[in-house]
């Protein structure tokens, strides 16, 4: 699937409505990775740009606090998703999806549609999370159970959902400063 800049992937027929095959290769919407469509007999192939990101799979993430700034910048790329006429249930969330740039901290999604029977956008996201969970090594890690409870059991909107990520970074952020703190005396 991904080489070295390019990522590709072969689609069935018509995954990919017409409206969001032309908003996604127009560049307009640079919440995903730019694509390109090639039509074959028996369904498409879609290739991505992936120049300057690498999949989520190929980093080790031991620490909450990244796990959550990923969590927290995908809740972001979906809820703004609609404002470009896609759906945020129909995105693929895994960790071969999901794209990182070290350099710069961003994060983009390769726009994968889910078939419709797997369209649900809290498995989905809690799916993510255990996957994001799987490489934590600090004390923090509860604070990813307690976002993907607040996800799956409650029926908060996707900026609600961004303001409790970013209230638990905060948290872990007061929780090792106070640690700094008392270590310097």
Known sequence: M???????????ENSVLDFEKIMLTSGECSLFMPMGFMTADEGETVCYDCSGFIPLSRYQIEKTDDALYIMENILIILNRAVEYLLDPAKVTLTTDTVFYNKETGEVKITYVPLSSDQVNIKKSLVGFIGQLRRD??????????ETAKYIYYYNYNLTDI????????????????????????
Not at 2 to 12: A, F, I, P, T, V
Not at 136 to 145: G, K
């Open 2 to 12: 991904w080489d070295n800049k390019e990522y590709s992937l072969r689609l069935k």
């Open 136 to 145: 934590i090594r600090d004390r923090f890690a509860d604070y990813l159970t």
């Open 162 to 185: 961004v303001n409790k990520v970013g209230l638990f970074r905060r948290e872990i952020y007061i929780s090792e400063s106070g640690e700094c703190i008392e270590k310097e005396t």
